[in-house]
């Protein structure tokens, strides 16, 4: 296993028009993040990845870029920009920066142009066709907003969106788009940027032709035609060879549907290797089929079956990203663990993942235990993609269980603003309101009541962090599942250099006898991580209590 330091760190995302707003506006901005750098380091992470900070009408918060090489207005400045990479810097934090290139906002330059001027260069920056007839030029599906396509009545053409309608599709084949995003990533990293944590980058090359789907996929029909298309090698090689390799910098690749197969195609250690690592989505999906949308009950041998794939399968040859929240999921407690038992549930989930192998993504307010608040009208909701499937939903299932299942499944939930404290608007900004909603437990899960709480969630976190860094066998050890066919606990051991760990996490209210595995005797073993205060352990097994997590080291 090599050694290096992407390895090694975590990772904090901050989504900044929710993080702290330092002007009083109402939105999150880069005077608040500033204000907040000592915070974000004292969790003990290693770098900040920022979603979007740049111009855009903010239609997908972000994910929409009018301008590549300027911020956001109501975040701040450049100049703003500057002061946090290098007050970062300065703690020893590095700066991640999210790259969407797979789409621009309709409000870019070269889409303006690509309509106002077709003759020009920038029409081949995007995907338009002519319609077959009075039909569309295919039947895909956008994730965000029904058919794909969008129809330009001055140009008699339609154009490729695979998001929003204000979210065209950049057209990779085209080299000069390419070396327009290798200029992108030159001018942030020159600046002094760290990596990228790269938008739904596994989308950006579709089959030559743009051929119709034969098969049916409910809000992404045509999905099987882009999802790891023709040239993406190419292009991930491209990118890397022209600019990785020539800065130290890390890539960590956005790969819906991605399977492990596909993932070390990409990621394998070695000359060919285009990214560092890739966000999949399998485990994510221990509660739906696919996506929290079509919600399932929780299934724990189903997430424990995808993560132990993934650790055994990368284990030695490509390097994992461990995360259980973002700003596209819902809060992980209110999925995966308990609202009834929320610090001890909060807990156990932090520890289940964080000691696996890979470097780990900590979602700004995860670290105080933040759950979903409750929505009670679907006006309340601000996500394009919640309003769309909404519609759907709504059309299948009539409008009260539809508004249920967006309290259940919609990004929002994991976007309302940071709890800082039990003043005012959660301690979020001065303004009279916030952007957007709080949740009403703001008064009880808070930062500052977690900083005085040495049992909170965040300093949880704080322990479990140090552990990791203080300890290579949970960066650099190996992985073995144990009890495989319990449905209540998820039991795994990583070995290294002679040492084990053996991490136990319950994911029930219930008790459970645990009797440790085969070669492992409780006794002997160094208790380094609970949730719970217990007396030392005198047989080779327990009684778990609600959601418990314990860490054994034997060394
Ligand atoms: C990614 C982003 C998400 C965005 C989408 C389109 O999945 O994480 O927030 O809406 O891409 O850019």
Same mark, same amino acid.
């Given at each position: 296993?090599?050694?290096?330091?992407?390895?090694?760190?975590?990772?904090?995302?901050?989504?900044?028009?929710?993080?702290?707003?330092?002007?009083?506006?109402?939105?999150?901005?880069?005077?608040?993040?500033?204000? @907040?750098?000592?915070?974000?380091?004292?969790? #003990?992470?290693?770098?900040?990845?920022?979603?979007?900070?740049?111009?855009?009408?903010?239609?997908?918060?972000?994910?929409?870029?009018?301008?590549?090489?300027?911020?956001?207005?109501?975040?701040?400045?450049?100049?703003?920009?500057?002061?946090?990479?290098?007050?970062?810097?300065?703690?020893?934090?590095?700066?991640?920066?999210?790259?969407?290139?797979?789409?621009?906002?309709?409000?870019?330059?070269?889409?303006?142009?690509?309509?106002?001027?077709?003759?020009?260069?920038?029409?081949?920056?995007?995907?338009?066709?002519?319609?077959?007839? @009075?039909?569309?030029?295919?039947?895909?599906?956008?994730?965000?907003?029904?058919?794909?396509?969008?129809?330009?009545?001055?140009?008699?053409?339609?154009?490729?969106?695979?998001?929003?309608?204000?979210?065209? +599709?950049?057209?990779?084949?085209?080299?000069?788009?390419?070396?327009?995003?290798?200029?992108?990533?030159?001018?942030?990293?020159?600046?002094?940027? +760290?990596?990228?944590?790269?938008?739904?980058?596994?989308?950006?090359?579709?089959?030559?032709?743009?051929?119709?789907? $034969?098969?049916?996929?409910?809000?992404?029909? #045509?999905?099987?035609?882009?999802?790891?298309?023709?040239?993406?090698?190419?292009?991930?090689?491209?990118?890397?060879?022209?600019?990785?390799?020539?800065?130290?910098?890390?890539?960590? #690749?956005?790969?819906?549907?991605?399977?492990?197969?596909?993932?070390?195609?990409?990621?394998?250690?070695?000359?060919?290797?285009?990214?560092?690592?890739?966000?999949?989505?399998?485990?994510?999906?221990?509660?739906?089929?696919?996506?929290?949308?079509?919600?399932?009950?929780?299934?724990?041998?189903?997430?424990?079956?995808?993560?132990?794939?993934?650790?055994?399968?990368?284990?030695?040859?490509?390097?994992?990203?461990?995360?259980?929240? /973002?700003?596209?999921?819902?809060?992980?407690?209110?999925?995966?663990?308990?609202?009834?038992?929320?610090?001890?549930?909060?807990?156990?989930?932090?520890?289940?993942?964080?000691?696996?192998?890979?470097?780990?993504?900590?979602?700004?307010?995860?670290?105080?235990?933040?759950?979903?608040?409750?929505?009670?009208?679907?006006?309340?909701?601000?996500?394009?993609? !919640?309003?769309?499937?909404?519609?759907?939903?709504?059309?299948?299932?009539?409008?009260?269980?539809?508004?249920?299942?967006?309290?259940?499944?919609?990004? +929002?939930?994991?976007?309302?603003?940071?709890?800082?404290?039990?003043?005012? /608007?959660?301690?979020?900004? !001065?303004?009279?309101?916030?952007?957007?909603?709080?949740?009403?437990?703001?008064?009880?899960?808070?930062?500052?009541?977690?900083?005085?709480? $040495?049992?909170?969630?965040?300093?949880?976190?704080?322990?479990?962090?140090?552990?990791?860094?203080?300890?290579?066998?949970?960066?650099?050890?190996?992985?073995? %599942?144990?009890?495989?066919?319990?449905?209540?606990?998820?039991?795994?051991?990583?070995?290294?250099?002679?040492?084990?760990?053996?991490?136990?996490?319950?994911?029930? +209210?219930? %008790?459970?006898?645990?009797?440790?595995?085969?070669?492992?005797?409780?006794?002997?073993?160094?208790?380094?991580?609970?949730?719970?205060?217990?007396?030392?352990?005198?047989?080779?097994?327990?009684? !778990?209590?609600?959601?418990?997590?314990?860490?054994?080291?034997?060394?």
């Amino acid at each position: 296993m090599l050694k290096s330091w992407y390895k090694e760190m975590a990772v904090y995302q901050v989504w900044p028009r929710s993080f702290c707003d330092g002007d009083g506006d109402g939105i999150g901005d880069l005077k608040g993040v500033l204000s @907040k750098l000592d915070y974000i380091k004292s969790i #003990g992470v290693d770098a900040i990845w920022f979603s979007p900070l740049y111009k855009s009408p903010q239609k997908d918060y972000g994910y929409d870029i009018a301008d590549y090489k300027s911020i956001q207005p109501e975040y701040g400045t450049l100049e703003e920009f500057k002061e946090v990479l290098d007050g970062a810097h300065k703690r020893g934090l590095k700066v991640i920066m999210d790259l969407v290139v797979n789409h621009t906002s309709d409000q870019h330059e070269w889409f303006k142009k690509s309509i106002e001027e077709p003759d020009s260069q920038y029409h081949d920056y995007y995907y338009w066709r002519k319609g077959k007839g @009075k039909r569309r030029p295919n039947n895909w599906m956008s994730t965000f907003a029904g058919p794909a396509w969008e129809y330009n009545e001055k140009l008699d053409e339609y154009y490729l969106h695979l998001f929003a309608i204000e979210q065209p +599709d950049l057209n990779m084949d085209n080299p000069k788009v390419r070396e327009e995003v290798k200029d992108i990533m030159k001018f942030w990293l020159d600046m002094g940027v +760290d990596g990228f944590r790269e938008d739904v980058i596994t989308f950006i090359s579709k089959k030559e032709g743009l051929p119709s789907s $034969p098969y049916w996929f409910p809000v992404a029909t #045509g999905i099987e035609k882009y999802m790891h298309g023709p040239h993406l090698d190419e292009y991930l090689m491209e990118f890397k060879r022209d600019v990785y390799d020539h800065y130290d910098c890390f890539t960590v #690749g956005e790969a819906p549907m991605m399977t492990t197969k596909n993932a070390l195609k990409h990621i394998t250690e070695g000359e060919n290797q285009q990214l560092n690592t890739m966000f999949h989505f399998e485990h994510m999906a221990a509660d739906c089929l696919f996506y929290s949308w079509f919600k399932t009950s929780f299934n724990l041998k189903k997430l424990k079956k995808v993560f132990s794939r993934w650790q055994n399968e990368l284990y030695g040859k490509a390097w994992n990203a461990l995360y259980i929240e /973002n700003h596209d999921q819902p809060r992980i407690i209110n999925r995966y663990g308990s609202v009834e038992y929320r610090v001890e549930s909060a807990k156990m989930l932090a520890t289940m993942y964080i000691c696996q192998s890979g470097t780990p993504f900590i979602y700004q307010g995860q670290e105080i235990g933040m759950t979903n608040p409750t929505f009670e009208s679907i006006d309340e909701f601000t996500d394009v993609s !919640t309003v769309n499937n909404y519609g759907v939903a709504k059309s299948i299932m009539g409008a009260d269980k539809a508004l249920k299942l967006a309290n259940y499944a919609s990004r +929002d939930n994991a976007r309302t603003p940071v709890q800082w404290s039990a003043e005012k /608007n959660a301690g979020f900004t !001065t303004a009279d309101k916030p952007w957007f909603k709080l949740n009403d437990n703001y008064k009880e899960v808070n930062v500052e009541a977690a900083e005085k709480d $040495p049992d909170s969630v965040l300093n949880y976190y704080r322990k479990l962090l140090k552990f990791r860094k203080e300890n290579e066998i949970v960066i650099y050890g190996s992985y073995k %599942e144990h009890f495989k066919k319990s449905k209540e606990l998820y039991v795994y051991e990583r070995e290294y250099e002679g040492k084990k760990l053996l991490v136990i996490n319950s994911f029930t +209210d219930k %008790e459970v006898q645990f009797v440790a595995p085969k070669g492992f005797d409780l006794t002997k073993g160094n208790l380094v991580l609970s949730n719970y205060n217990y007396p030392a352990v005198t047989s080779n097994g327990f009684k !778990t209590k609600p959601y418990e997590t314990r860490v054994y080291l034997f060394d």
